[in-house]
């Protein structure tokens, strides 16, 4: 369930921007004391029809959402971070080569974040939910593949 209203407060008290939603949603958690225990969390979302990555807070299995406020649609967690400190903990995550952005930190977990097994299954749902069975069939049959470095004898 999302709240609308809260998710419009928070968005006003953060200052929100379009299309900064993991960035907006981590402010949340950082300069709002009630929300400082809430869950960071970055996955897909259906909205208006349209399957997006996103990234919102939920606090007490409410969804606040302080990017798009007014949109309804269904949301699919993939990776959760309990509060600051668990947020903090997780920016600590090596990033990927050559990457200097923080957000989202779904990034890190391979190309798109399929390397997670959380995040891949929020891939499967949304994609199966929004009626897009080619690309939820596709994450679901991925197998993660062992890098290979090319050594010179």
């Known amino acids: 369930m999302k709240d609308k209203i809260e998710s419009k407060r928070v968005g006003k ?7 900064q939603c993991y960035y907006n949603a981590s402010q949340v958690l950082m300069h709002i004391p009630e929300y400082a225990d809430a869950d ?5 979302a259906v909205l208006d029809g349209l399957t997006i990555e996103h990234g919102w807070v939920e606090k007490d299995g409410v969804i606040i959402d302080p990017t798009q406020p007014d949109l309804d649609g269904k949301y699919f967690p993939g990776l959760r ?4 400190s668990g947020l903090a903990d997780a920016l600590r995550t090596p990033k990927p080569h050559r990457s200097w952005q923080d957000f ?9 974040g399929v390397d997670s097994p959380e995040f891949r299954a929020a891939l499967v749902a ?3 939910y929004a009626g897009v069975e080619d690309s939820a069939k596709q994450y679901e049959e991925y197998t993660q593949v062992e890098e290979c470095v090319a050594v010179n004898d």
């Open 126 to 128: 949304a994609y199966r």
């Open 104 to 112: 989202p930190i779904f990034y890190r977990f391979g190309w798109g």
């Open 13 to 19: 008290l953060v200052r929100a921007k379009n299309k």
């Open 40 to 44: 960071y969390v970055e996955g897909m």
């Open 81 to 84: 971070f309990r509060g600051v």
